[in-house]
C-alpha cells in the first residue's frame, strides 16, 4: 500500500495539505478548474485561427504552429500566482513548457486530478504534442536550416566575412576548421565580385577539409544613414613614437612613390605615404635628405633609409603636417640648388560634425553633402550642422516631440520641429562630453511609425545573387507579415532555388510582429530568426534589451525554430585580442539560442576557437531555460568527516 502523509497525499508531496505546506482539496480542484479553463481557450484560440494562420503553412511546421498559438494563448495570462502555488505542490511551474505547453498543461491537470481523486479532465482525444517530440521538432527544424549538427556541441555558430576574405583563402580554410558552421555575408557591403570570391573559397575549403558549412547572405534592407559631409581637409600627419621623456624609440616610416605606381601592399607598415614625381624619385640616393616647411611654417626633414619596390623609404624624428602645397627639396650632390616637388596622393581627410548635449543639428533629405556647424569669433552658433539622411522620403512620417538616435544609439535627441525639407533635432545624449557624427551611420526612429518596405528594389535585384548562390537569406528589419510574405513571393518568382529565411528582427515593430511573422515564415520549408541586438537595442531602449531577447527566444523555442544569438558576441576579443568579463558572460548565455554569431575582426579565429570552447561547457549546464545537473565537482569542496 503506498504510503501517505498526514494530510492523506503521497508521502513527501505536501499534497493535500492545508496552507503554505500544500493545497486543501477544494483548492486543488480550484487549480483543476483554472488550469481547465485555460486549456479549453488555448484549444478555442488555435482552432479559431486555425484557418487564416495555419492554412499555408509547410506540412513539417504544422504541429510547431499550433504550439505557437497555444503558447500566445497561455501567455495571454499573468500566470505568476499560479506558478508559486504549482511549484508548492512539487509540480511544474509550466516555467519550460514553451516547446510543448499543451503537454505540460495537460501533465499538471492529470496529476491534480489524481491527488484530488476526481475524474481526469484530459480529453483523450486530443494529440499533444510531447517533451520528446518537440525536441526533436526543433532539432529537425535547426538541421534544415543550419546543417548537421556540430561535432561536440549543441550550438551552430555563424561568422561574418570580411572584405577580405574574397582573396585571402588561408583566414577562409581556418575558420571552418575552427568551428565556423555558417559563412554570413553581409550584402549591404562589398559587391558581386567579392562575395563570389568569398563563397569560391568558402567551396574549395570544403572540398579540402571536409567540413560542412551553410552561407547566409543578409540583404541590405531600407537601413538609414547618414548621408555625405563635406570633405574635410586635405592633410596628412606622421609622427614618431616617443618615451615618456619625449625620447624618439621609433621613427615615423614615410614610403615615397612614384605617381601611377601601385599602392603597398601592407599600408599599415608606413606611417605616411606620399605620392611624388617619377622624375624627382629617380634623383633619390640612400642617405639622402628630404627637406620642406610644413603646413604649419615649420621646417622638417626626412632621411632616406631603405628602397623597395615599392619606392623609397624615409625616416622622420619629428610630427609633420603635409599638404599637396607641401614643396620636397632635395639637394643636388654638387651641393648647388636643389630638385623639387609637390607631395601628391594625399586624400582629403574624413569629416564629421562635433556635437554635445544641447547643441541643434538639420537632419535633411537634401543630397547635398552635409556639414559642421559654423560659429563666429566668440564661439557663437552662425549656422547649425546639417546632415543628410539617405532614405529623404521617410522624414516627412516623423513628428516633433519623437525621439532620434544615431550611430547604434551613441548619440540620441529630439526632434523639436520640421523644417523645409528636414528635421531640426536637439541633442539629448551623447556618449561621452561630446561626440563625433559621421557619414554613412545609422539613424534610428524608435517611437516613429515610418513607412518603410522591408524588400527595396536594390534588396531584389541583390536577392537574384543570394537565390542561386546561398543556402540562407536573411531579411533585414522584417516588420510586418506582409514583408516577409514579399520575400517568400520574390523567391518564388526568381525560381532559382529554394533558401531558407531568417528574419532579423532589429526594430521595435518587428518585434511586436514576430508572432504573425513566424507564422508567415513557417510557409517556407525552413526558417529561423536573427535576434539583432545593435538596432534592436536602440530601438526598444538598451534597459529592454535583456527582456526583449527573452521573449524572442521563448516564442522561437514555441514555434519550434532555430534562434541566433547576434551582435557584439565576444567583440574585444574578435577586434582587439582579449575578451572583457561581461562578454564572456553574455557569450555563455547565447547556448541558449541555437547559433551564435561573431562578427568579423583581426583576432577572429581566437574567438571562434573560444566561442566553441564556451559552447561546449555550457551544454553540459544548461538545455534552453533548463539547468541541467550534471555532477558538480564543488559540492565535495567542504571539510567533513
Not at 538616435?405 to 523644417?419: A, L, M, Q, R, S
Not at 534592436?536 to 534597459?543: K, M, N, P, Q, R
Request: proline share 5%.
Amino acid at each position: 500500500m503506498e504510503s501517505v502523509n498526514k494530510c492523506g497525499g503521497p508521502r513527501g508531496t505536501g499534497i493535500g495539505c492545508a496552507g503554505g505546506q500544500g493545497q486543501s482539496k477544494d483548492g486543488l480542484l480550484r487549480l483543476i478548474r483554472l488550469l481547465g479553463d485555460m486549456r479549453g481557450e488555448m484549444l478555442r484560440f488555435a482552432s479559431d485561427c486555425r484557418g487564416a494562420a495555419l492554412g499555408e503553412v509547410d506540412p513539417a511546421y504544422v504541429r510547431s504552429a499550433e504550439n505557437l498559438l497555444h503558447y500566445l494563448a497561455l501567455r495571454r495570462h499573468d500566470l505568476r500566482e499560479l506558478q508559486s502555488e504549482l511549484a508548492e505542490l512539487g509540480l511544474s511551474s509550466l516555467g519550460r513548457s514553451e516547446s510543448h505547453v499543451m503537454a505540460t498543461i495537460e501533465s499538471v491537470l492529470k496529476t491534480l486530478c489524481l491527488v484530488a481523486d476526481c475524474p481526469p479532465e484530459v480529453s483523450e482525444d486530443v494529440t499533444t504534442l510531447d517533451f520528446k517530440s518537440a525536441k526533436r521538432l526543433l532539432e529537425e527544424h535547426t538541421e534544415r536550416l543550419l546543417g548537421p549538427m556540430p561535432e561536440g556541441r549543441n550550438v551552430y555558430i555563424m561568422v561574418t566575412m570580411p572584405s577580405g576574405a574574397a582573396e585571402d583563402y588561408a583566414l577562409v580554410r581556418g575558420l571552418p576548421e575552427s568551428g565556423m558552421n555558417c559563412m554570413r555575408i553581409n550584402c549591404a557591403h562589398d559587391d558581386p565580385e567579392k562575395w563570389t570570391g568569398m563563397i569560391g573559397n568558402l567551396r574549395r575549403a570544403q572540398e579540402e577539409t571536409g567540413k560542412p558549412c551553410k552561407i547566409i547572405m543578409d540583404l541590405p534592407g531600407p537601413k538609414l544613414r547618414t548621408g555625405r559631409l563635406r570633405p574635410g581637409p586635405r592633410v596628412l600627419k606622421y609622427r614618431p613614437v616617443r618615451d615618456a621623456y619625449g625620447r624618439v624609440t621609433k621613427p615615423a616610416k614615410i614610403l615615397l612613390r612614384a605617381e601611377g605606381s601601385p599602392g603597398p601592399e601592407d599600408r599599415g607598415a608606413y606611417d605616411a605615404v606620399v605620392t611624388v614625381s617619377g622624375e624627382w624619385l629617380k634623383k633619390i640616393h640612400l642617405g639622402g635628405t628630404v627637406r620642406f616647411v610644413d603646413a604649419r611654417g615649420s621646417r622638417r626633414s626626412m632621411r632616406i633609409t631603405a628602397w623597395t619596390e615599392e619606392g623609397f623609404q624615409a625616416d622622420a624624428v619629428r610630427t609633420a603636417y603635409i599638404t599637396p602645397e607641401t614643396l620636397l627639396r632635395l639637394k643636388k650632390r654638387d651641393g648647388l640648388g636643389a630638385w623639387r616637388t609637390n607631395a601628391g596622393g594625399i586624400s582629403p581627410q574624413e569629416n564629421f560634425i562635433t556635437v554635445g548635449t544641447g547643441d541643434a543639428l538639420i537632419l535633411t533629405g537634401s543630397s547635398e553633402p552635409g556639414s559642421p556647424a559654423e560659429r563666429d569669433a566668440d564661439g557663437r552658433v552662425t549656422s547649425l550642422a546639417v546632415i543628410g539622411c539617405m532614405i529623404p522620403e521617410i522624414l516627412g512620417d516623423v513628428n516633433a516631440g519623437e525621439p532620434v538616435w544615431f550611430d547604434d544609439g551613441k548619440i540620441g535627441g529630439v526632434v523639436e520641429e520640421k523644417t523645409g525639407g528636414g528635421l531640426r533635432i536637439r541633442i539629448t545624449h551623447t556618449s561621452s562630453e561630446t561626440a563625433k557624427l559621421g557619414s554613412d551611420k545609422g539613424i534610428n526612429f524608435p517611437g516613429s511609425k515610418l513607412d518603410l518596405p522591408a524588400i527595396t528594389p536594390e534588396d531584389v535585384s541583390i536577392l537574384e545573387f543570394v537565390s542561386e548562390h546561398a543556402d540562407i537569406v536573411a531579411m533585414s528589419f522584417a516588420n510586418t507579415a506582409e514583408d516577409v510574405k514579399s520575400l517568400l513571393a520574390h523567391i518564388k518568382r526568381l525560381g532559382k532555388g529554394e533558401p531558407g529565411i531568417v528574419l532579423k528582427i532589429e526594430t521595435r515593430r518587428g518585434f511586436t510582429n514576430l508572432p504573425a511573422m513566424l507564422l508567415e515564415a513557417m510557409k517556407s520549408p525552413s526558417c529561423g530568426v536573427m535576434i539583432a541586438r545593435g538596432d534592436l537595442a536602440v530601438e526598444t531602449g538598451f534597459e529592454r534589451l535583456a527582456e526583449v531577447q527573452e521573449e524572442i527566444l521563448w516564442l522561437c523555442e514555441a514555434a519550434h525554430v532555430p534562434a541566433i544569438w547576434a551582435t557584439q558576441v565576444l567583440e574585444s576579443l574578435a577586434k582587439q585580442g582579449s575578451a572583457t568579463r561581461a562578454e564572456i558572460t553574455d557569450a555563455a548565455m547565447g547556448h541558449r539560442a541555437e547559433c551564435v554569431m561573431l562578427n568579423k575582426g583581426p583576432h577572429i579565429l581566437e574567438a571562434l576557437k573560444a566561442l566553441g570552447d564556451i559552447m561546449k561547457r555550457m551544454q553540459a549546464h544548461q538545455m534552453k531555460k533548463m539547468a541541467m545537473l550534471r555532477e558538480l565537482r564543488l559540492a565535495y569542496n567542504f571539510p567533513h568527516e
